[in-house]
């Protein structure tokens, strides 16, 4: 990942907006951060959240709190609690998520 046009800044998360995202079942709460050619996130999914679509686009994400399962459209599965991560780049492993409990992300795109 080259971030390109993003001088310094900080960003106060408790002042971003949030959106509301549904998923297959439950929705996810973004709060959204974008300049130059990256878009930064802290995202809550509710418990048991199911992402609506097979994503394509490249992350490093962050499980902050709770228990995330990353599932690859090969049938592969992941499960990342509160401290792992993982990377993965555009267009390869596409990829959905999945929480029975709830979790808070860090995620960069």
């Not at 549904?22 to 802290?42: D, L």
């Not at 509710?46 to 990353?70: E, F, M, Q």
């Amino acid at each position: 990942m080259k971030i390109e046009d993003v001088p310094f800044c900080k960003i106060d998360w408790s002042v971003v907006p949030t959106t509301t995202h549904k998923g297959i079942a439950g929705e996810a709460y973004w709060k959204t951060f974008e300049m130059g050619n990256i878009r930064v996130r802290m995202v809550e999914y509710s418990p048991g959240y199911l992402a609506d679509h097979w994503c394509n686009r490249g992350h490093v994400l962050l499980v902050i709190k709770g228990i995330l399962v990353t599932e690859l459209s090969d049938g592969r599965k992941f499960t990342l609690n509160p401290g792992t991560s993982y990377q993965v780049a555009d267009d390869i492993d596409p990829h959905r998520s999945y929480t029975e409990n709830g979790a808070t992300l860090f995620i960069v795109d």
